[in-house]
């Protein structure tokens, strides 16, 4: 397996093909959009739609960059906002679907691109960094939905 | 360059930021279970983190001979930068022995006696990823104890070369 093909690999483990855990794509399913907005009482955190907002943020980015877009970029804070947060089951499946095509559109431009291309132009340490944050911030969605009940218990 | 060394420089900086945060806490809070979180308390993910790697890369990669570490054997966070000072090591170890062989496999035995090769390079991501997913949660743990954390999610690295950023 080539670096290449070993990355695009990993990002899919981050997002729809399970490895060792449950990735982006599973911890999203079965949600509401009341279930996805919800924050458990006392100090103020972001719910679990929020923390899918910011990370679609960083892989519009990303996907930008590599197709040399321009780029507004905006405060830290305000990635977790990107979509609006309301009681819609429709919204938030369209918050889905924007994740899963962002996703699918960096897949695109990655497995265009050889080992060579992954090693010259940083884009080797910008995935892991997109693997890091991805984990990072899936890790606390699935401490959300345990937190309300609504994580499968057979999984 | 040794970009997995930059990596894992980058990670122990966040790390400190954790540990720094974890001083913060309470001793009380720092070891306390979460209801609905499978009673996992701050304490016990950080020990399952640095558990990761002396298992995936000390034990299986290296072939080191290393006791378990068990949350009930570390009591602060003292004690808990004292048991990452000691995976450091072996993670420093581990990536001078694959540098510049990241292909390269490796034949773990696992404790039931199956065996499974994996690359240098699998391992270490692993290992990484694994301390981002759990450190998330430690964070997320702290603010619902009432303890604002720092950011530790590693992105701003990202903000370098493309000028339209």
Redesign the interface.
């Known amino acids: ?1 080539s ?1 290449a093909e ?1 990355l695009v690999n ?1 990002l899919d483990s ?1 997002f729809d093909k399970e490895s ?2 449950a990735p982006l794509k599973a911890s999203m399913e079965g949600l509401t959009a009341k279930q996805a907005s919800w924050k ?1 009482p ?2 103020a ?1 972001k719910s679990i739609w929020e923390n899918v907002n910011h990370l679609i943020y ?1 892989k519009e ?2 996907v ?2 590599l197709e040399n ?3 507004k ?1 905006i405060d ?1 804070n305000d990635t977790f906002f990107i979509t609006k947060v309301t009681e819609d089951d429709d919204d938030w499946n369209l918050t889905i679907e924007r994740a899963d095509n962002v996703h699918n559109k960096l897949k695109d431009l990655l497995i265009k691109m050889s080992s060579e291309d992954f090693k010259e ?2 884009l ?3 995935l ?2 997109i ?3 991805d ?6 969605i ?3 939905r ?2 309300q ?1 609504s994580w499968p218990s057979h999984r | 360059m040794n970009l997995f060394k930059i990596q894992y420089d980058w990670i122990r900086l966040t790390r400190e930021t954790l540990f720094q945060y974890c001083e913060t806490l309470s001793p009380t809070d720092y070891e306390k279970k979460l209801d609905g979180f499978s009673d996992e308390s701050i304490l016990s993910l950080h020990a399952h983190v640095a558990g990761c790697y002396q298992g995936w890369l000390g034990a299986r990669a290296l072939g080191k001979s290393l006791p378990d570490i068990t949350p009930e054997s570390i009591h602060n966070v003292q004690e808990m930068r004292e048991i990452f000072r000691k995976t450091d090591e072996l993670v420093y170890e581990f990536l001078e022995k694959f540098e510049d062989n990241w292909d390269q496999s490796v034949e773990v035995t696992f404790r039931n006696g199956s065996q499974a090769d994996f690359t240098a390079l699998w391992l270490f991501t692993h290992t990484m990823t694994h301390e981002f997913h759990h450190k998330g949660q430690i964070v997320k743990i702290g603010r619902q104890l009432g303890y604002a954390p720092p950011d530790t999610d590693l992105i701003e690295p990202m903000i370098k070369k493309p000028a339209n950023h």
């Open positions: 397996m670096r070993f990993v981050t060792w855990y458990p006392g100090e955190t960083y980015r990303l930008a960059t877009r321009e780029w970029r830290g132009n940083g080797e340490s910008d892991i960094d693997f890091l944050h984990a990072y911030h899936t890790g606390q699935m401490l959300l345990k937190m009940g």
